[in-house]
Each structure stands twice: as C-alpha cells, then as structure tokens.
T-cell receptor, first 113, second 112 residues
Framework: ETGVTQSPTHLIKTRGQQVTLRCSSQ?????VSWYQQALGQGPQFIFQ???????GRGNFPPRFSGLQFPNYSSELNVNALELDDSALYLC????????????FGSGTRLTVV | TQLLEQSPQFLSIQEGENLTVYCNSS?????LQWYRQEPGEGPVLLVT?????EVKKLKRLTFQFGDARKDSSLHITAAQPGDTGLYLC????????????FGKGTSLLVTP
C-alpha cells in the first residue's frame, strides 16, 4: 500500500502571494489533518477533515483554509503569505477519526521571502 | 501553544546506555501517541496508548501511559546509534476530532 504523498516537496513564495499544497492520503484512510512545523519545534495542528467535512481546527487565522475531495485527498491553501509562514507543512492520514494513529507524509518545505 | 511538555529537550548519550523521555500535560487525553522523526522526513508512529496505566513494549522501547491519562514516558534500553532522532509525544482529544497536539520533542543523539 502507498503511504501519504505530498506535493510539491519544496516551494519558494513571495510575501503576499497565495499557495496551495496537496496531499494524497494513504489508501483506505478517510481522515486527513494538516500540521505546520517550524524549525526546532513540534508540529502545530492546523485543521482536520473527516469524510470531506472539517471536524477540527487549531489556532490558525482564516487565511489558512483547506479542502478534502471525495477520494479523501486534500489541499491546504494559504493566502496573503507572511514571512512567519515559512515552515515544513505536514499532512497526515488516519483510517478513521479516532485513536488509530496517523501516517505522515514527508512534508512540503515552504519558504516565504 | 504546546499543551504537552516534553523533557529533556536534548539528550546525548553513548551506545548501550538507558534513557527515559517524559511527556506531561494538565489535560486528559483520549490517547497518547509517540512518534519518531528524522531530518527531512515526517514523523513515524511508534505506539498509541489509550488506557490509563497501559504499558506497551516495542523491542527495546517501553511506553507507559499515566493512570490519569495526562502523562506518558518512553524508556529506551541499551540505546543504539540507529535510535538517534527526534521523539515526539502527541495527545489526541475527542472534541477536536482526535487530531494531535504535539510536544516540542526530545532530540536524541546516540554516539558509538
């Protein structure tokens, strides 16, 4: 079975631009969550989708938005990029929204200049 | 905001030594999960503990969930250089869809 795949792997954007990051969940997984990991920190929860509905959100502003598609793949959109948005963005999937553990992708490294 | 406190933040030991990493919170979690992350990669799940007082073993790694489900520990016996990495604990809450709240991590270096 394939794991979680994220694209692109690296991205450089200018402050004020918009970016879309993509994630394909592991086969059979209907729950996808997104995390932001700054250098030297643990991942911070952005939001989670369960069967195409958002079912949890962390302390991130509305310019962070997302989507989950019928095949359970997902997108993370960030508008009006700021320098502090530079980070590793991780996508993770789980078989269900429960205590099952998550499979993480390798992440997208976003640099905002 | 990190609701989970991990200690120590950094640990450098020699091959063959034992070590314990702690994860503490004032919150009660539905489950506590431990992950290991290597540079440039996403975290990899090691174990999920659900029941208070639960102990799970994974080869030389022993994980324990506190009785009150607010804290956990990871003990590594006879550490090896291959154990080097960032160890992350993460708590899941049912009221946030079981998404994970991570600690800052413990960076472990095991030298031969």
């Amino acid at each position: 079975e394939t794991g979680v795949t994220q694209s692109p792997t690296h991205l450089i954007k200018t402050r004020g631009q918009q970016v879309t990051l993509r994630c394909s969940s592991q086969s059979g997984h209907n729950t996808v969550s997104w995390y932001q990991q700054a250098l030297g920190q643990g991942p911070q929860f952005i939001f989670q989708y369960y069967r195409e509905e958002e079912n949890g959100r962390g302390n991130f502003p509305p310019r962070f938005s997302g989507l989950q598609f019928p095949n359970y793949s997902s997108e993370l959109n960030v508008n009006a990029l700021e320098l502090d948005d530079s980070a590793l963005y991780l996508c993770a999937s789980s078989p269900e929204a429960g205590n099952y553990g998550y499979t993480f992708g390798s992440g997208t490294r976003l640099t905002v200049v | 905001t990190q609701l989970l406190e991990q200690s120590p933040q950094f640990l450098s030991i020699q091959e063959g030594e034992n070590l314990t990493v702690y994860c503490n919170s004032s919150s009660v979690f539905s489950s506590l999960q431990w992950y290991r992350q290597e540079p440039g990669e996403g975290p990899v799940l090691l174990v999920t503990v659900v029941t208070g007082g639960e102990v799970k073993k994974l080869k030389r790694l022993t994980f324990q969930f506190g009785d009150a489900r607010k804290d956990s520990s990871l003990h590594i016996t006879a550490a090896q250089p291959g154990d080097t990495g960032l160890y992350l604990c993460a708590g899941a809450w049912s009221n946030s869809g079981y998404a994970l709240n991570f600690g800052k991590g413990t960076s472990l270096l095991v030298t031969p």
